[in-house]
């Protein structure tokens, strides 16, 4: 299995709070990626990562920012949390071997009250 | 707009009999197609897929078919395995590393 782990697995939080989530890869992968998963949307991109300091929006980004300083670490912020944010959120990676192929961390469970 | 559709939500099978689970595309400009498997409370695992250049990939009990033509995909699972009970999604990319994602298939293996 990739090395992906992400934190924390499950949060609650309230309306209008930060949140932050990070992904961790020990794959040393250039590419990384946050998806949201809802029912009835299937998997949604919401962030990805060509590279340190390189990243750029999916289909789904309003409200959520995005930074990686590292090769290893991917973070995601809800900068003011609502509760269309309820959602299982899912980091993935993929390298320049397998090009298409991304990997997938655990998920994490985030409900916003 | 769903580019990618998988049209059945749910599919049962015996075990032993095969299972077959249901693709379909609208953008011509998608070359290069995969298969995830999901369980509940896990993320995706990558099972197979397959170039826009080919119409079969095989590996293991599991089996990949590409009609370019009908933009249709079809992942078989031979024989199918109690184990296999799992969601299974269809996604498909363009020259651009995003995956496209359909909403998946719920496949139950009945012992």
């Known amino acids: 299995d990739a090395g992906i782990t992400q934190s924390p697995r499950h949060k609650v939080t309230e309306t209008g709070t930060p949140v932050t989530l990070r992904c961790h890869q020990t794959e040393n992968h250039r590419y990384m990626y946050w998806y949201r998963q809802d029912p009835g949307h299937g998997l949604r991109l919401i962030h990805y990562?060509?590279?340190?300091?390189?990243?750029d929006k999916g289909e789904v980004s309003d409200g959520y920012s995005v930074s990686r300083s590292k090769t290893e670490d991917f973070l995601l912020t809800l900068e003011s949390a609502t509760s269309s944010q309820t959602s299982v959120y899912f980091c993935a990676i993929s390298g320049l071997a397998d090009y298409n192929e991304q990997f997938f961390g655990p998920g994490t469970r985030l409900t916003v009250l | 707009d769903q580019q990618v559709k998988q049209n059945s939500p749910s599919l049962s099978v015996q075990e032993g009999r095969i299972s077959i689970l249901n693709c379909d595309y609208t953008?011509?400009?998608?070359?290069?197609f995969l298969w995830y498997k999901k369980y509940p409370a896990e993320g995706p695992t990558f099972l197979i897929s397959?170039?826009?250049i080919k119409d079969k990939n095989e590996d293991g009990r599991f089996t990949v078919f590409l009609n370019k033509s009908a933009k249709h995909l079809s992942l078989h699972i031979v024989p199918s395995q109690p184990g296999d009970s799992a969601v299974y999604f269809c996604?498909?990319?363009?020259?651009?590393?995003?995956?496209?994602w359909g909403l998946g298939t719920s496949l139950a293996v009945n012992p």
């Open positions: 953008n011509s400009m998608f070359d290069y």
């Open positions: 397959i170039s826009s």
């Open positions: 996604a498909a990319s363009g020259n651009n590393r995003k995956l496209i």
């Open positions: 990562s060509y590279g340190v300091k390189d990243t």
